[in-house]
């Protein structure tokens, strides 16, 4: 598609990463329709280069022309976290990016420096603000990664909305209604029919009105949308295109944060006070049909760590795609993808 | 009761500040059991003087040793800003403190400065981990400040949990039904029941489950913890005295960033995106039965401005115990108080 051997590289790890952490929804599956269909409409630029904006020893704000998200991004977090390293702590904000994958990828990196990560991004409009009826945010992720012992963590990586749209199609595909909280008819109204909402729009976390918070979740969604694209000079939801546009590339922006954890402690005091915090809710006793307290990210490290033992598993409708992808492109496909 | 005039006028700016921002139940009506009792009980020290235990121009980490948390933090947000003027960006923990009122007075001094700012603290433990029954979070708010032009600004102060305990307590009051998602009963199961609910827990933001999305408040909730109480090595949930203990002062921790704007743009632009970005919010269209879109921090900013010009309202419950208050310490009541 004319992206470099070495971004493509960046992009395929990222999926790949995506899939053996069991996130399907963000992996390979993606990558026919978000970036090469995207390529090869003329809405992404293959051979984009990124440009630092301004710098500072604690800062960097880049523009990545209309690039690929998750090159840019991989290298947006190196240099954070390598200023990190440097002085303590650094910011930055990429803008005029594309779709970048799942926010944890990023936050993650951070734990091997023996830092605190955080990114979030800004992503295509489909949900309301509480009180609203239109379409003014995406589900506008943010990621914490935050090192524990022997490799232990908590990962928090979550969309500020209530669910992703793919929940609402799984709910029509099953002939199932929506839980309460979940979606909005087109009017703005709560519905717990799936193809009002799929017309509709998606419900901030806390869901509909104010009652249960969703004013909170609301709020976090702005947040991101603050501190991506309007921290990082980036397109703002007042300038987005229309929604039914067909080319709106590069108005994505993203933002990525790194702390050095000795900046404030000794590394193995805080990992080991870490663990004995995780260790503390994972004991815990559990609700009366629950399995137990899940801490965030156990279910995506205990997938990953299964999937890097036995093979990462794929629908076979990704299959299919990628079959499509490698007849689009050219590549041979790889013989050994067994659906 | 023995704290400096210096300290107390910190405490006191803090309390009004609450009361004037209609945030009542964070204001003067915690003087009496939240500070003078509990430095009358021993349980915080009026005299304490923090002490800082690393520091690097972009980090701080600061022991309260005990006493109240409004001065200290007041002192470290405003060391965290001069530390982001200088290097860009700065963020501190406190540990070893107390109860600090609201989390957002903290993050609104950033603004002042041209800077995002950012507080969190754990507190009390009354809330569930999803899926758990043992009492594990307190309401652990975050509170996020970013300005905009002509004073305007989005500042989203939230606990992590959907409701704090005084809506139970409203409830209860008024003869009303719990909305479902707000609280457990003693067992960690779903309850309407005021009293069940009293007696039982507050649920994370997102409610009862995983399906609305509990376990990201829980998550949120959770991260509070870590960058409060790990990072800042103060005291960790599995370290906590038994709820029913007595003196449990001095186990809270705090969290402080500042981010400084023109890092990554002029901040005269930055303001004018965050105002247009606010105003395209504000205008949008309302759902319906909605009086529109309240952007975070919108009620308290024209509450502060009405209050400022016709007085702080107080409830007369809260000027009894003003009168409590000033029995207790000696101190003349003020007359001119109306309840």
Not at 17 to 35: K, N, P
Not at 172 to 184: E, F, N, S, T
Request: glycine share 12%; hydrophobic share 40%; net charge negative.
């Amino acid at each position: 598609m004319g992206v470099s051997s070495e971004d493509a590289a960046l992009v395929g790890d990222v999926l790949v990463a995506s899939d053996t952490r069991g996130i399907e929804s963000h992996g390979v599956a993606r990558l026919e329709g978000f970036y090469v269909d995207r390529i090869r409409d003329g809405q992404v630029d293959p051979k984009a280069t990124s440009a630092i904006v301004r710098e500072s020893p604690t800062a960097l704000a880049v523009d990545a022309r209309n690039g690929l998200g998750h090159p840019v991004s991989v290298r947006t977090m190196r240099r954070t976290i390598e200023k990190a390293r440097d002085v303590g702590m650094a910011v930055s904000t990429v803008r005029n990016s594309n779709h970048y994958g799942i926010a944890g990828y990023y936050a993650m990196l951070a734990m091997e420096a023996d830092c605190i990560g955080i990114s979030s991004t800004n992503a295509g409009r489909l949900a309301v603000p509480t009180g609203g009826r239109d379409l003014m945010l995406g589900t506008n992720p943010f990621a914490y990664a935050i090192p524990a012992n022997d490799g232990d963590s908590f990962v928090l990586d979550m969309a500020t909305t209530t669910v992703a749209r793919g929940k609402l199609e799984i709910a029509k595909r099953l002939g199932k209604k929506l839980i309460p909280g979940w979606a909005v008819d087109v009017d703005g109204a709560m519905t717990t029919d799936p193809d009002a909402g799929l017309e509709g729009a998606v419900l901030p976390l806390g869901g509909f009105g104010t009652e249960t918070g969703g004013h909170k979740g609301f709020g976090l969604g702005l947040l991101s949308e603050m501190l991506c694209a309007v921290l990082g000079g980036g397109v703002l939801v007042p300038d987005m295109p229309p929604l039914s546009g067909a080319l709106n590339g590069g108005i994505t922006s993203h933002f990525f944060a790194a702390i050095r954890i000795d900046s404030f402690r000794d590394v193995a005091d805080f990992k080991a006070d870490v663990s004995r915090e995780l260790a503390a809710f994972r004991t815990s006793a559990p609700a009366p049909g629950s399995a137990g307290v899940v801490i965030a990210g156990d279910p995506e490290a205990a997938k990953s760590e299964e999937q890097l033992r036995n093979g990462v598993s794929l629908d076979p409708v990704v299959v299919a795609s990628l079959a499509r992808v490698a007849e689009k492109t050219g590549v041979a496909p790889v013989q050994s993808l067994k659906s």
